[in-house]
Every structure is written in structure tokens, then in C-alpha cells.
DNA sequence: TTTAGCACTCGAAGGGTTAGAGTGCTAAAT
DNA sequence: ATTTAGCACTCTAACCCTTCGAGTGCTAAA
């Protein structure tokens, strides 16, 4: 990567920082007069042309101002940026918004998107704390009717999941229940493969049980992020390169499908990361749907107990500063979330490496 | 309402239609030609002069061809329209998928609303099955570290209801499995009111734990619709009437606030009803942000057990028969899929009413 | 009651002009 | 060796004007 002048750095800031606000082409004489430079249009313009020539500013036609190309924000992104911390006022707000919904995930992880959304003013997606192996905790079979029993797993780490299934032949809420504690009992804190392992010596109720709760932990273990947890749509909207394009639904399209999210999601390794934080420009080359967006993706939570994806999605001109600040902070404070409100027995208690 | 002829049925009905086809005005000429229709243009302007008249259409501007106006659409769908049912195939392979996801509730409502955006080629919305007076089924606690416990409710009809407690001292999970079943026995079947009322001869561990059962039951019975899914939000974005304006982003941050749909679902009785289905026009007057969008409203479940509600969000000029028997359909569908799989004991085994 | 004929209206589309913001280049100034 | 003033040049956005044509309402004949 080419090596700039202070002076260039100063001017490519200064550009980014201005079409972030107006979503208007700078031109050099603006620039002077609207930030008092100490130095003449035509010094920016040569400046400016420099820049273009290394390709990180473009002319949207001749006579314009220049606009940051996509490999601009990433010099800006990767070598230039400052991101400042939320004001602490704030930040002790936000914090005590969580406290208050420390008791059910969906609602902090529904809060952490708002909260993203509000303070980057983009969209923003967070997925809810995922274990990367589930780790049974608690089974509970509760009889409904007939031959049909619901299923709860209480996973390690929080995570609840509940099913239908329908044995071979109806049996008494008194038998579900033993067998639900026989199994707690003998499968607590083992993973999919230390059940499989496990499930030799069974009776017939139990295994029948057993077999669906295999198939539900493999599809956990599956799960990158089975729910994608959006907001601020409307604040990506607005924004003047949205209005009336093609662009705008095809973005949409993407939220809503969200496979392209967990994609994303899934794939940790990025171009530019910042702290622990990746940021994705205009789709990397990638993803060609994302072209005119950047993405700031970070992850929260502990990697051996339970970790989740939380990011946001905004035009190319966003605020980077702003995003990779709030992302960094609320990266933290779920990660507090996780560690504080389901952490669980300490994993060296159960497994192999019990020494 | 005024008396039409029927011949000023049917051309408003073939306005109604070319109009929702094309999003242009239409005039007489067209009509005439496109429709091979027998009579002259001149007849048919004397028709719509009439109609205009009556306040069922409206010209945008004096040459321009008539466009519907809402009491237009009002008249269309309370007295001229028929609606068909879907496609036989159509329904028995929507009928399958249901058929497959009748595990998961959730899953199945996600697929509702998917299956309701894309038959409609609107957006759709979609609440999960909801008791209106939350029964308790189960309780279960479990043990997760210090004082804090994993509280999960099933109630009947299957919602599953989750919360991390925090007690006064540290119990030990026998104790909590106990405390679990002692209350699950006492309350079993019970509503806010008759756990409140039996709730005097109880030991301190079970007068707490019973003091955040009826904390999540009263909050479960306060919310008409805890979550909202929606689908299809492109489809009518897509809609030649909201190509960047300011009114596609007032209406997609209606649906993402889902406050006003909370509003709107819970509001039963409405103007014009077609067989149990609500159909909302242009706000109704009421809504003022929904001035340029339809709903399409119905609901399923068994009144006793567990309701939902499904709707349609489109443009003024959408295509009322297909979302109608989309959501019709739909509902009845969706009413099998709670009775079918969520189905408990009957409610006359507990309560007054038990003769 | 229907329809042919006609004058009239008004928005959409095309074309031409203008204003001004911005550029790059050159030559003078620091 | 930079920086800056000056200037010719470019190109879009905005405006105005005209034209085109779809659609209307009215009148009079069928």
C-alpha cells in the first residue's frame, strides 16, 4: 500500500469525513473554506489529484468533486481512523438498559440490535449466543397428548430448544419424567459425540428419546446463527444513494434472506480488522450484492462457551467511526452479558480433561 | 351506499383490475380496447363520470384516465368481489410443508409468513399462537450457578415461556426439582387468577419462585403479540408507488416498530369484513401512517386454546382476491396446525366450568 | 340510451440554453 | 522546490419552451 504524505492523509480524512456527511462530491474549494485550511484550493487539487492517482478518490465525471473509491475507505479504515469511545454518559445508559433485560437473552439480544442501530444510525444484526458444540444441561419430556411429549433441551450456555416428537405408544407423564432424569443424569454435560458414545445401554423409551435429542443438538452444532436479529432497516433507507434504486431492495433482499448473513457471519477471517473488529468495504470483491454497502462485523462471548455475531450494515460513506466504536463496545458488554448471566459450571468440571 | 348498475359494477371491477395490473390511471379507451368490451369508449366515460361522481373513482388530473379511491376499493371488496381458492395443487403443497414443520411452532409460523408474502406478492405478517389466558403446564427449574435458576413455563397450548431468576440463597438442584414438581402438581392447569388466589399456604422457596410465575404470566397474558414475523418486505417495496418516496420508509418503520401492529391485530372489529377476514383500506381514517397501504387481516387458533393472527400488508392497489384467499386459506390451515399438534388436555377437565 | 365527433386540457417527454461548480494547466510568487 | 493566482475548459443540474398525445366532457346525431 502506498505510502502518503500527512498532508494527503489529512485531505483523504477530510474527504471522507465530508461526503459521509453530505453524500455530495468535494471539491477542493469547499474543502478550504469549509474546514479554513491554511492553504490554497489549488494546492488541494493537486493534492486531490495525487490521491486519485493512487486510486483511492474518484471523479464521478469530469467536472465534480472527488468521492472516496472503496480502496479509499480502506486506507482510511485500515491506517487513518480514530475511533473515539462512546461518551461515558452514554455508555453507563446503555449498560444499565441491559441490566434491566438480563434476564432473557432474546430481549438483550433484541436490545443490543436497537441499541447498534440507534448509535451507528445504519442497520444493524446481531445473532444470539451460540455454544460452537451444545452441551446438554437438562432434559425435560412434559406428555401433551396421546403419543405426543414436548421436549425441552436446556443446553450449556442457556440456550433452550423445544420440540414435538411423537413416540411409538402414549405413556404417563411419571415415566417421561424418570426418563427425563435418567437421562439428565447420565448425559449432563456431554456433547453430541460423548452421547452417541454414551448411548449403548439403554432401555427402549429412553432410547427413542435419546435419538431426538441427538438430532436436535446436531442441529445446534449446525446452527451458525439461527436467528438473525435486525433493526434499523429504515435508517439504511434514507440515505440519498437508496432512495428509488434498485440497490435499496436488492440490500433488503439480502436482510431478509439472511443466508448471506450467516455466510458472513461464518467467516471470521476478513480483509481489514480493526481490534478484534472486521470491516467489510463494499463487498470485498465477494459478495457482489453488497457492493454498495460496508459491513462492521464483530463477535462477542467466550470461544469455549458460547459466542455470537453482532455487526452493522450501512451505505459505503457510513460512519466508521462511529460503527467500530459501538460495535467494539457492545462487543464487550455482551460479552459481559454472556459471562456474567449464563455462565454455567466451568467446563473443566465435566469432559477429558478431567485431571 | 349508493346502488350501482350492473354495468357500473363491472366497470369499476375491470378499473379495480387494470389499475392493481399496470399502477397507471386508466381510461376509457383502454378499457374498451383492451377488454374487447361491446359498447363505446363514450359509454363507458359516461360510466366513469358517474362513478367519479359517486366518489368511487378519481381523476389525478382533468386529462388523465380514473384511478379507484379508497371507497372504491371499499365498494370492490365488501360487494363485487369473488375471490377464488387457491389452486388445488397450490394448497396440498403448501399443505405438505406445513405438514413437515409441525414440530416447531416457530418454524412453521416463519413458513406461514413466507408462504403468505409470496402467494400474495405482498408483504405479510404473521403472530405466533398465543393463549389469551396463559394456563400453566409445567414448571421446571433448573440449577445453572449461585443463586441463579433457570426458570422455564410451558403453558398450555405449548408456548414455552424462559427466565433467569435469582434467588434469595443458593439451592441445590434437588430442591429446586422438588419445589418444581410440588408447584407444577398445585398449579397445574391454573390461570393468573387461581394461582394468585391459592397461592396463601406455600414455604418461602415456593412463594418466590411462584412470585416470577405470575410476573411472566401476567406479562404473557398482557401481550397480544409477543413477536411478529415478517416476510416479503421487497414485494412491496418493489411497488411502483413507493420507488423512493417518503412513504416506503414510513411504512417499513411501522412494521419495524411493530407497536402499530400490535395496534392493529388486537383490534378486532373492523369496517369491512369478508368471512371472518378483516380488510383495512388505506388506514381507515384511524392510521394515518397507513394512508397508502391495505391490510389484509385474519386470524386462526381456537378462541379457547390459542390465537394468532395473519395478514397481508400491500398497496391500495393490491390484489384483495388473492390475498384474501391466500390469508384464508392460510388461517384455516394455521387453526389445523394448533389443534392438531398443540392440542392439551380439553380445557372442561379443569376450571368452573366442570360439570 | 348510445355513440360519433370535436374542442379542450394537461402532464410527460424532448430540446436548447444557462449558470456555476469544479477541474487541470501555466506562470508567477514565495 | 513548493505554493498559489489566474484562466480556459468541461460537464451537470436546472430551467424554460415546445410538442405530443392520451384522455376528457359536451353536443348532436343515431
Excluded at 155 to 169: A, C, F, S, Y
Excluded at 185 to 197: N, P, T, V, Y
Excluded at 286 to 314: H, K, M, N, Q
Amino acid at each position: 500500500m502506498i505510502e502518503l504524505t500527512e498532508r494527503q492523509k489529512f485531505i483523504l480524512t477530510l474527504v471522507i469525513h465530508d461526503y459521509t456527511r453530505t453524500a455530495l462530491p468535494v471539491g477542493s474549494q469547499v474543502l478550504v473554506s469549509r474546514y479554513n485550511l491554511d492553504m490554497s484550493s489549488a494546492t488541494v487539487r493537486n493534492e486531490m489529484a495525487a490521491l486519485t492517482e493512487y486510486g483511492l478518490l474518484r471523479q464521478p465525471h469530469t467536472s465534480a468533486g472527488r468521492v472516496p473509491t472503496e480502496e479509499g475507505y480502506r486506507y482510511f479504515v485500515s491506517r487513518l481512523i480514530r475511533s473515539s469511545d462512546l461518551p461515558d454518559t452514554t455508555r453507563r445508559m446503555i449498560s444499565h438498559q441491559f441490566y434491566q433485560m438480563r434476564h432473557d437473552v432474546e430481549q438483550w439480544v433484541r436490545l443490543a440490535a436497537s441499541v447498534l442501530a440507534y448509535q451507528s444510525r445504519a442497520a444493524s444484526l446481531v445473532t444470539p449466543p451460540h455454544p460452537e458444540k451444545a452441551r446438554l444441561k437438562h432434559i425435560e419430556l412434559i406428555a401433551t397428548r396421546g403419543r405426543q411429549v414436548l421436549m425441552v433441551l436446556v443446553m450449556i450456555g442457556g440456550e433452550v430448544r423445544q420440540r414435538i416428537l411423537t413416540l411409538n405408544e402414549p405413556v404417563t407423564q411419571e415415566l417421561l419424567s424418570q426418563c427425563a432424569d435418567r437421562l439428565t443424569q447420565l448425559f449432563q454435560g456431554a456433547d453430541l459425540d460423548e452421547i452417541r458414545a454414551r448411548a449403548a445401554q439403554l432401555n427402549s423409551l429412553d432410547e427413542d428419546v435419546i435419538g431426538w435429542v441427538l438430532q436436535d443438538m446436531t442441529q445446534a452444532d449446525s446452527e451458525i446463527a439461527g436467528e438473525v436479529f435486525l433493526d434499523g432497516l429504515t435508517n439504511v433507507l434514507a440515505e440519498p444513494e437508496f432512495t428509488g434504486s434498485e440497490d435499496a431492495r436488492r440490500a433488503l433482499r439480502i436482510l431478509e434472506e439472511r443466508s448471506l448473513l450467516q455466510d458472513i457471519a461464518a467467516r471470521s477471517v476478513m480483509s481489514n480488522s480493526v481490534g478484534g473488529i472486521q470491516v467489510l468495504i463494499g463487498g470485498e470483491g465477494t459478495w457482489d450484492e453488497l457492493r454498495p454497502w460496508s459491513i462492521v462485523l464483530g463477535s462477542y462471548g467466550t470461544p469455549g462457551l458460547a459466542t455470537g455475531t453482532l455487526g452493522v450494515l450501512g451505505p459505503l460513506r457510513m460512519s466508521y467511526g462511529r460503527a467500530i466504536s459501538t460495535v467494539r463496545f457492545l462487543s464487550t458488554l455482551l460479552s459481559d452479558m454472556v459471562t456474567e448471566t449464563l455462565l454455567d459450571e466451568p467446563t473443566t468440571q465435566k469432559g477429558e480433561d478431567s485431571l
